[in-house]
């Protein structure tokens, strides 16, 4: 699933193509769309905002309507020429000079008004943002609080309504940096720890939402078996499934306390 930086740096692309700009035309190639009527309610409206929060992507249009996205495990977003030949699974293309930009097979996209949105619990109840430009420590460190201590800090960093944006990469990531054990439990965890985590875990979020290449942050995430690269004990970094959705969690036993 894209985590909040891939968000981030998809609306970092998207923003100077639409933002400020009234789309020279807007389709909506799959059928689900085809009574709602997108092009024809967005006509003549320039887009004033892209933004995201957490895994949450917001185009803001003029007259209060917004195209919210959030993209799970298949969706992408595309900036492309004009002349682009989208594929057959594109969901959104908008039209702007030379460029476009186009979602491909997400499949939460919908058109709401502003209103609605800061009502829907999906959007209004997200966790602070780690990629806001002020993150607030310590609306993170109450939701944390309130929630079950016997839940492990792993599985508490992916809920979205704890902190929005952290995924299973950077979770894996943030908690080896800090040399902080994924599967302590919450409430054995200090006000410090957490927020040692979110330090190593914000700049290279921060970074890769700038340029993207997430890729090459990767110092822990699908190693297992390896040694480990802080302390060097062989065939060390361990993998298992963490939390409801089981999602695979890669750490070092003697590193990680």
Known sequence: MPEGDTIHHAANRIRPVLEGK?????QTPHPRFGRDRWPERLNGQAVTGVDAHGKHLFLRFEGGLLIHSHLRMTGKWRVRDADWPF??????VIHAGERLVAEINGPVLELMTASRARLDQRIAGLGPDILAPEFDEQAFLRRLRTDDPTRTIGDALLDQRIIAGIGNLWKA???FEAGIDPWRRTGDVTDAEALAIIHATRPRM???AQHGMQERFKVVYGTAGRPCPRCGQA???RSRGQGDDNRTTYWCPRCQR
């Open 173 to 175: 990531e943030g908690c």
């Open 235 to 237: 065939s060390n970094i």
């Open 87 to 92: 594929p057959r699974n594109t969901w959104l």
């Open 22 to 26: 009234i789309p020279d035309a807007i």
């Open 206 to 208: 921060q970074e890769s």
